[in-house]
């Protein structure tokens, strides 16, 4: 057996097992004494691996001096890999900063420098070290993307943006700063979320992935992350078109062959192609929950419900706040006629953010097979840990004259106070600790569906801010709170938030009760 079939035995069947492995090593560099030197990058994998960091490094440090001047850092990156790996930055930026200094003209040396320093040191530092790089190497596109990386990061958009662009014009070949480049504008990870929390809509992103696209035709990461923006605006063809492209570029690409099959399911189209599709997918990855989903999906849609619905709350076990899951669970039992499970996960599903043509379309299907001219809605009291005791009911009615809400509160503060609907049906706090935060926007029917909602930077009123409750003295509200604009389908599975004290000029204060209308 030669040597780097040795070495892949030795990494794939003692993967965990660094003792055993370092052990086994010794032995065959006591039959073999000229296997030492191939073999030294796997114990030092190894020494890592069991936690002996001094001894990985001093390996590293051994075959990094043997390499020629001027060659690559790939173990200089290693031994600092291996030192943050052991909560050891400051010791891995000293180590790069030493050879920075005794080597100021490689731009490698540097920019590993800056990316460590940004990431496990002194951002700050790191961004005036890029300046400086971009300042003595006008001309590379790493220096420049580096600096807009770090100036995005720390709150200066617009240099970062214009640092990336400059790296994109020496050279456009390079994905991942267009990647990086279109997330920038669009201010967030995920397209599949409040527009209102952007201030850029997509159009110019698009048009920023059409340029990545015509300097990178063959890129299989461009074509899905347009098709993810085509996706989630409910371009559901111009999406399955994007990723069709990445596939064809790259055949084993299994994002674009898991979305792909996803897209399809949803239009109910072409099901053929997304069931071979999603199994070429979960042939690569079967333990993906997503793969799973997916792969349920498209059974349901071909029929299989029962072996389907199987599929997708296995997934949902996995990810239980997946709200794409939810959504496909909940026409999946539609179909099977089970009403119940079916409202509860098309509730879940409008929980969170997702897919533009999903959110109509659970929306409509609670409206379809839920009907109702009168509902009523618990209040619970809300804060930033939590949704806590109930507080009372609200009785929601459509009347000839529009929406009519019912309150039969207490427990709230004496006083107006102010009264919203709110894009989504749940009253848990964000992440961040706000009260209701992942409730989304105020809803707005005159705004897109997808969540976005500017209408109060115009002036305007959305049609979701209601009359203020009148709380008397001892902490009650009785009150009928009228609205025309509204009708009762419209605001169903969203909530209603109660905020402390009147609205000032458009501005609410924090909420306090929550009410989801199912």
């Known amino acids: 057996v030669d040597r780097r079939q040795r070495q892949m035995c030795i990494r794939d069947s003692l993967e965990g097992y660094p003792d055993q492995g370092l052990a086994l090593i010794q032995e065959i560099?006591?039959?073999?004494?000229?296997?030492?030197?191939?073999?030294?990058?796997?114990?030092?994998?190894?020494?890592?691996?069991?936690?002996?960091?001094?001894?990985?490094?001093?390996?590293?440090?051994?075959?990094?001096?043997?390499?020629?001047?001027?060659?690559?850092?790939?173990?200089?990156?290693?031994?600092?890999?291996?030192?943050?790996?052991?909560?050891?930055?400051?010791?891995?930026?000293?180590?790069?900063?030493?050879?920075?200094?005794?080597?100021?003209?490689?731009?490698?040396?540097?920019?590993?420098?800056?990316?460590?320093?940004?990431?496990?040191?002194?951002?700050?530092?790191?961004?005036?070290?890029?300046?400086?790089?971009?300042?003595?190497?006008?001309?590379?596109?790493?220096?420049?993307?580096?600096?807009?990386?770090?100036?995005?990061?720390?709150?200066?958009?617009?240099?970062?943006?214009?640092?990336?662009?400059?790296?994109?014009?020496?050279?456009?070949?390079?994905?991942?700063?267009?990647?990086?480049?279109?997330?920038?504008?669009?201010?967030?990870?995920?397209?599949?979320?409040?527009?209102?929390?952007?201030?850029?809509?997509?159009?110019?992103?698009?048009?920023?992935?059409?340029?990545?696209?015509?300097?990178?035709?063959?890129?299989?990461?461009?074509?899905?992350?347009?098709?993810?923006?085509?996706?989630?605006?409910?371009?559901?063809?111009?999406?399955?078109?994007?990723?069709?492209?990445?596939?064809?570029?790259?055949?084993?690409?299994?994002?674009?062959?898991?979305?792909?099959?996803?897209?399809?399911?949803?239009?109910?189209?072409?099901?053929?192609?997304?069931?071979?599709?999603?199994?070429?997918?979960?042939?690569?990855?079967?333990?993906?929950?997503?793969?799973?989903?997916?792969?349920?999906?498209?059974?349901?849609r071909q029929g299989q419900l029962d072996e389907g619905i199987a599929l997708m709350s296995r997934a949902a076990e996995q990810e239980s706040d997946d709200v794409t899951i939810q959504y496909h669970l909940g026409i999946a039992e539609l179909l099977r006629g089970n009403l119940t499970p079916a409202r509860a996960h098309l509730m879940m599903a409008l929980s969170g953010p997702t897919y533009k043509h999903n959110v109509i379309d659970a929306r409509n299907k609670i409206v379809e097979f839920f009907p109702a001219k009168e509902i009523t809605a618990q209040v619970y009291k809300i804060d930033g840990n939590g949704v806590h005791e109930k507080l009372g009911i609200l009785t929601l009615q459509q009347t000839a004259d529009g929406l009519s809400i019912s309150t039969d509160i207490a427990g709230l503060p004496a006083g107006m106070n102010g009264a919203h609907i709110h894009e989504r049906p749940i009253c848990k706090p964000s992440i961040d600790g706000v009260a209701g935060g992942l409730a989304g926007a105020h809803y707005s029917h005159e705004a897109d569906t997808h969540d976005v909602d500017k209408s109060h930077s115009h002036g305007m009123l959305p049609a979701g801010d209601l009359q203020p409750i009148m709380v008397d003295a001892n902490g009650i509200a009785n009150a009928t709170i009228k609205n025309a604009k509204l009708t009762l389908d419209e605001i169903r599975a969203r909530s209603l938030m109660i905020h402390l004290g009147p609205d000032n000029e458009g501005k609410s204060g924090p909420k306090i009760a929550c009410a989801i209308i199912p």
């Open 29 to 300: 560099i006591d039959a073999h004494p000229s296997f030492k030197n191939p073999l030294r990058g796997d114990i030092a994998k190894m020494l890592t691996s069991a936690g002996k960091t001094d001894e990985a490094v001093a390996v590293l440090r051994e075959i990094e001096a043997e390499q020629t001047v001027g060659a690559d850092i790939t173990y200089i990156r290693e031994i600092t890999n291996v030192l943050i790996k052991a909560n050891r930055a400051t010791e891995a930026i000293d180590t790069v900063s030493e050879l920075v200094q005794n080597e100021p003209d490689r731009v490698d040396l540097r920019l590993l420098e800056i990316d460590l320093l940004g990431k496990h040191g002194d951002p700050k530092r790191a961004l005036k070290l890029a300046e400086k790089l971009s300042e003595d190497y006008l001309e590379n596109a790493d220096a420049h993307y580096s600096m807009g990386v770090l100036a995005a990061a720390q709150g200066d958009r617009k240099i970062g943006l214009a640092a990336m662009r400059r790296s994109l014009e020496i050279n456009p070949q390079q994905p991942l700063v267009w990647l990086t480049l279109a997330g920038t504008l669009h201010g967030h990870g995920t397209y599949v979320t409040t527009h209102g929390e952007t201030d850029v809509g997509h159009n110019e992103v698009e048009n920023v992935l059409h340029e990545a696209i015509e300097a990178n035709p063959n890129n299989p990461e461009l074509h899905t992350e347009l098709g993810l923006m085509f996706l989630s605006d409910g371009q559901v063809r111009n999406a399955i078109s994007e990723f069709d492209k990445s596939v064809k570029s790259s055949p084993g690409h299994i994002a674009s062959l898991s979305l792909g099959a996803l897209a399809r399911a949803d239009i109910a189209e072409d099901l053929d192609t997304a069931r071979a599709m999603i199994e070429r997918a979960s042939a690569a990855a079967p333990h993906e929950p997503i793969n799973q989903d997916i792969l349920g999906w498209v059974m349901a």
